[in-house]
């Protein structure tokens, strides 16, 4: 298995701003959906987060960014073709980036 980052790339303020509750309700069960599914078929979610408000990120250096992280996941796939397959289920308000994690090896 390959892990794999999930990022979920967009205005992550208007989850708060301008969806209503509705839309937010149905968004978080999408995200259930997601870890439900996975887990489901045997592979794991390594880790993730959803990430506060743009409004208290610092960019480095300042003014350098447009796009902001909403959140992302770490999950473990066979290939990049399975993990993109798996990302149709996360609500489609945002745009994601999946790519590989780097595997490092220390001992080397």
């Known amino acids: 298995m390959t892990e794999y980052m999930v990022l979920i790339v967009g205005d992550a303020d208007r989850w708060w ?3 209503t509750a509705e839309e937010r309700k149905h968004g978080y069960e999408q995200y259930s959906l997601f870890s439900k599914s996975l887990v489901e078929r045997g592979h794991k979610i390594t880790g993730g987060a959803e990430l506060h408000a743009s409004t208290e990120a610092k960019h480095l250096p300042p ?3 447009t796009e902001t992280i ?3 996941y770490l999950v473990e ?3 990049l ?3 993109v397959a798996w990302c149709e289920l996360l609500p489609d308000c945002y745009s994601l980036e999946i ?3 780097v595997d490092i090896d220390v001992s080397a």
């Open 77 to 79: 796939a066979t290939d």
């Open 81 to 83: 073709d399975q993990a």
């Open 63 to 65: 003014g350098t960014t």
């Open 17 to 19: 701003t301008t969806m």
């Open 70 to 72: 909403g959140g992302y």
């Open 99 to 101: 790519r590989p994690v």
